[in-house]
């Protein structure tokens, strides 16, 4: 579904991502890992057209143009970015609305928005409420939901547990792997290696803007090169 062959991208000076290869296959759930300042965002971004990029990032067999974000959503591209990007001054509901702007199908979108909020109860609950006093957790959910609503076949999920305490972590993850049945695709972007690398089916470990390693799950959980650093203690 996607395939991206010598990704560089650049800020400035800074070369944040340098000759990146990584393919995600239909039905996939895929992390993509590392440290803070790894490159993750930049990849996601470049993947979402946020950003301006050299090498080949292709969907479904064509290329995408750099910087061509609505584009690429209205191809089936979604990206829930770092931190939200909920509009704390609206309401929950016009936050999902938000999320059918591409749509053409307007009335069957607005059943989804309704769908939504039957979907996640709390966000039904704060529906007229301002997406600001909603809970960290009730944000991610908003954020997902709305990106959910553009009818993605690529959701991009960018640290989505950031912030999130253990427990609501554990569920969002759990959420995160039903994707999988409603035949989303999806790339996860993480730190908590260990617990991403529970619900996805192969994941990419990024240092300092290459791929260090990748390989299924299963294979990298039980990786003895893989430091303790990387993968956390414990659970
Ligand atoms: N707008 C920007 N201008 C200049 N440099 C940037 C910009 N955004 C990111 N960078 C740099 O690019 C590199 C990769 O950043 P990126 O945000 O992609 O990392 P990340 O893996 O998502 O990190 P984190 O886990 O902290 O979100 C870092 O060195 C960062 O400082
Ligand atoms: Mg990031």
Redesign the pocket.
């Known amino acids: 579904m996607l395939a991206i062959k010598g990704l560089e991208?650049r800020?400035?000076a800074?070369t944040?991502?340098r000759g990146v290869d990584l393919e995600i296959r239909k039905g996939e759930i895929v992390a993509l890992l590392?440290?803070?300042?790894?490159?993750?965002?930049?990849?996601?971004?470049s993947i979402a057209g946020l950003l301006p990029f050299q090498g080949e990032i292709s969907f479904e067999g064509e290329k995408l143009t750099p910087g061509a974000a609505e584009k690429n959503l209205r191809r089936g591209i979604a990206l829930v970015p770092?931190g939200r990007g909920i509009l704390a001054r609206m309401t929950v509901y016009e936050n999902l609305l938000m999320g059918i702007y591409t749509r053409r199908d307007k009335s069957a979108a607005m059943a989804d928005v309704e769908k939504m909020l039957e979907r996640f109860p709390i966000l039904g609950k704060r529906r007229d409420g301002l997406a600001s006093l909603l809970s960290g957790g009730e944000q991610q959910m908003l954020a997902i939901g709305r990106a959910l609503l553009s009818k993605p076949k690529l959701l991009l999920l960018?640290?989505p547990s950031?912030g999130l305490a253990p427990l609501m972590t554990a569920s969002l993850f759990q959420m995160i792997a039903q994707f999988r049945d409603e035949g989303l695709t999806v790339l996860l972007?993480e730190?908590k290696a260990r617990q991403t690398l529970k619900i996805v089916d192969r994941a990419y470990l990024?240092e300092?803007?290459r791929v260090v390693t990748s390989g299924s799950a299963e294979a990298l959980i039980n990786d003895p090169t893989l430091s303790e650093a990387f993968l956390g203690g414990g659970h």
């Open positions: 991208v800020y400035g800074i944040a991502v590392g440290a803070n300042g790894a490159g993750k965002s930049t990849i996601a971004r770092e960018d640290e950031l972007v730190q990024l300092t803007g």
